[in-house]
């Protein structure tokens, strides 16, 4: 048996006398609700950052699918490296430090170039701190309590990204007695306040993370690692891959939202309310995330995997049907993002548990990177073109071919065998 594999064991023996709940859980835990914290409150308000400065639908989703690209493709690169040299607790670090850093470039520009260079520094460092993260998580567990463990990390992930976008809706509407003559002042203002808790990530992580290091593999090649995982994964990959590239960012649902309720509200207001309304979601998303994990630990993490999935369509479906019918009641709007907040819970949650049972601990974080890498180029496929078609078709097709495209992907996770 590899040492690696040995060293696993112990850990998760160690850990089943001790629960799940132990400080490596609740430090990454902690570390998440301050990242998202820090980066979720931006995403809150961007897109009315960028209506003020009159950016494009289509320019969002380029913004978002580059960025969601990067990430994933950081995300293989770090996977591997930190299977072959053992360290991973100073590249979740620098991680971490990256978000702020980007935050304060979206708070210096004036135009989506600097914007999209910003989000590009933050989603480097999300997709160089995630799977690493992840893999010191489920050494740090038993396999019979991954759904738990990674529902209560989801959970916390989400609270800041709960706090984060109410501090930034109500500093949005205080800031403007401070704007001036222009009207990205309280935007530009909030974005500089999310540095703090990007700070705190960091040495959250640094303090109270327990890296129980696997032992260096100096021979583990890259490529021949990417071919050697199981057929199952790939499979399960290649589902995951087609759903993705109908799985939008939320960056678009806001803009929705906002748009929907311009005519009636004004623009910033609007953007406030589509704010508290990605705020709604997050506390969906945080409320069911844990009781998702305990689920999907009873009945089978891939089933409940699948009705997250089916959830996704619906609310692609739903955000067509808003379009199509001018929605403008806040009501209406509120039950779109609450499907949408128990698919992204699901999605979220189990989509690591049901890797971690497909593959073997010496390649754990590769086979974690894989994950993202898929769901981040499939994301800039469906971030890009959702917002393309938006800008040059209708909204209303835009959504619908990811109702397509998402649907699709759950007919495909239907087909990989859970055994």
Known sequence: ???????????????????????????????????????????VIL??????????????????????????????????IADKFGHRKFLVLVGYGLTP????????????????????????GKGLRG??????????ITPETRGRAFGFHRAMDTIGAVVGPLLGV???G??????????????????????????????AFLTLVRDPEQSPNPALKFFSTLRGLPVRFKRYLAAVGIFGTGDFSHSLLILAATQLLTPSMGIVRAAQVAGLLYVWRNIVQVATSFPIGVLADRYGQRHILIIGYALGVLTAILTAFAFAMSVSNVALLAGIFFVAGLY????????????????????????????????????????????VLWTVVSPVLSFGVAALLMAAGTLAL?????D
């Open 1 to 43: 048996m590899p040492e690696s594999d040995k060293a696993a064991m112990a850990a998760q023996t160690e850990t089943g006398a001790k629960g799940w709940f132990n400080r490596t859980v609740a430090g990454a835990g902690l570390t998440s609700a301050l990242g998202d914290f820090c980066y979720e409150t931006t995403t």
């Open 47 to 80: 897109p009315g950052f960028l209506a003020v400065l009159g950016v494009p639908a289509a320019a969002l989703g380029i913004i978002e699918g580059v960025a969601d690209a990067v990430a994933s493709f950081t995300k293989m690169i770090a996977g591997y």
């Open 101 to 124: 850093l980007g935050q304060a470039l979206i708070a210096l520009s004036v135009g989506w170039p600097l914007i999209l260079l910003g989000r590009i520094v933050s989603w480097f």
């Open 131 to 140: 799977p690493l993260r992840d893999a010191i998580m489920v050494q740090a």
């Open 170 to 172: 109500f500093l949005l």
């Open 174 to 203: 205080w800031a403007q007695g401070f704007q001036g003559e222009t009207a990205d002042g309280p935007f530009r203002l909030v974005f500089w306040l999310t540095l703090i808790p990007g700070a705190l990530a960091v040495l």
């Open 344 to 387: 992204v819970a699901v999605q979220e949650a189990i989509e690591s548990t049901v890797t971690a049972e497909m593959v073997s601990q010496e390649t754990l974080a590769t086979s974690y990177g894989a994950l993202g890498t898929v769901n981040g180029a499939a994301k800039f496929v469906s971030s890009t073109a959702v917002g």
């Open 414 to 418: 239907l087909r990989v065998r859970g």
